[in-house]
């Protein structure tokens, strides 16, 4: 009986978190990309620092790869599914609701994506063999402003690579 009035609480309350979002595509941009770079940079920094001398180029590599600061960064929402992309890559496209769903990275790389959209964020989790990055969304009340706060956790790394970037309209 719980779940049955947790999920009717949740059906209720996406559509009034959507309703907050803009309907029309929204872009931001980058408000300082060498910022955010600088930020990602430090964010790996921390993560590998206490690795050995071999293993820490490998992973700074991959890291690097897998963590970029992007220019610009479009969210469109259609039919219960929102899409994400980041520059011309190719967009992440899941339902509004969490569901996960596999996608693939442009380097063939193969994920289990989920987006979840709630009234000021959304929280996006790809998962792959080694390891789970987690992206959240947030905006600001008028949808000019945009962080995005990345966290990548690995058992191959010591500690998590955390960062925040930021975008406006």
């Not at 790394?157 to 960062?163: G, R, T």
Request: net charge positive; proline share 4%; charged share 30%.
């Amino acid at each position: 009986m719980k779940k049955i009035i947790f999920l009717l609480i949740v059906g209720l309350l996406i559509p009034v978190g959507l309703s907050a979002v803009p309907k029309e595509d929204m872009v931001w941009k980058s408000s300082g990309h060498k910022k955010n770079k600088a930020k990602i940079e430090a964010g790996i920094e921390k993560a590998i620092d206490d690795m050995n001398f071999i293993t820490r180029p490998i992973a700074r590599s991959k890291l690097n790869k897998a963590n970029i600061a992007f220019k610009s960064i479009k969210i469109k929402f259609v039919d219960g599914k929102v899409s994400i992309q980041q520059d011309s890559r190719t967009a992440v496209t899941s339902p509004i609701d969490g569901t996960k769903v596999k996608w693939t990275r442009e380097d063939g790389d193969v994920f289990k994506v989920s987006q979840k959209v709630s009234e000021t964020k959304i929280t996006q989790i790809f998962r792959g063999e080694s390891g789970k990055k987690t992206m959240i969304y947030k905006f600001n009340k008028d949808f000019s402003v945009m962080w995005v706060s990345v966290r990548v956790d690995s058992p191959k790394l010591p500690e998590a690579v955390i960062y925040t970037m930021k975008y406006k309209r």
